[in-house]
């Protein structure tokens, strides 16, 4: 945990340092409540309800954000309460494409042992029309608390309804690792290697926004009987979610 808290604080060192003489973009933030804190397919509140508040600030080139959720007691992560995710990254713009490239530190409070951990992220997307797609990775490497690595690709798109306030969702996305702690493997992948997928639908007005989505893995819950891997909350299921932009 120390030495993931060192990285954490290298990259949040280096991001002011590096755009010092680029005028601040300012900070903007939400809070959401949703029906089930939902990440790749998985419940991380374990089916209960969460509450959500996110910071994001930018400066130059560089970004950064801080997301804390509610987990109320969750199996997955050893009875956490709440997770904090804090995020930096930078961007490029090549032509039509964005390129994206973040590092991200998930720490979790409440949680009976050490359970935070880091990983890395690429993004690329793309946007023709009223349809924006993107592809992305994301990595963490092996650490004790994950049980081994974890490897995370996906494809999501979503598009607006021209003359209409909603907005199409759609993903998929594949987990892969390593393991060295099959028990902590199954916090990130139940059972191994899955597929999992969302399709949804998103109302915007002003600065609210309502969405409900369709998530869905191919977690085998025989397959997935662990202590951390919580597989009769990783089945498909229906979430609402709403969010209160400033």
């Not at 650490?143 to 081994?148: C, P, R």
């Not at 969302?198 to 977690?219: P, S």
């Not at 229906?238 to 400033?246: C, D, E, N, Y």
């Amino acid at each position: 945990m120390m030495r993931m808290r060192a990285m954490l604080l290298t990259l949040a060192a280096a991001a002011p340092a590096a755009a010092q003489d680029v005028p601040s973009a300012g900070v903007t933030a939400s809070a959401e409540v949703t029906s089930d804190e939902v990440r790749r397919g998985l419940s991380w509140s374990g089916g209960r309800a969460a509450v959500a508040g996110e910071l994001l600030g930018s400066r130059g080139a560089l970004d950064a954000s801080v997301r804390a959720v509610t987990l109320r007691d969750s199996p997955r992560h050893a009875g956490a309460e709440a997770v904090v995710d804090l995020t930096t990254g930078t961007g490029w713009d090549l032509g039509a494409i964005r390129l994206d490239a973040t590092a991200t530190g998930h720490l979790f409070a409440g949680a009976r042992g050490r359970m935070d951990y880091v990983e890395f992220g690429a993004t690329a997307g793309y946007g023709y029309g009223p349809i924006y797609a993107t592809l992305g990775v994301a990595v963490a490497p092996s650490q004790d608390a994950i049980g081994g690595s974890n490897v995370h690709v996906r494809a999501d798109a979503n598009a607006g309804i021209p003359g209409t306030p909603f907005t199409l969702l759609a993903g998929l996305g594949h987990s892969s690792g390593s393991v060295t702690d099959p028990a902590r493997a199954d916090r990130l992948r139940p059972g191994g290697s899955y597929v999992d997928w969302r399709l949804g639908v998103e109302h915007r007005r002003d600065r609210l926004t309502f969405g409900i989505d369709y998530i869905g893995t191919d977690v085998a819950q025989a397959d997935a009987s662990t202590r951390f891997a919580d597989a009769r909350h990783a089945g498909d299921r229906l979430v609402g979610r709403a969010q209160l932009s400033f």
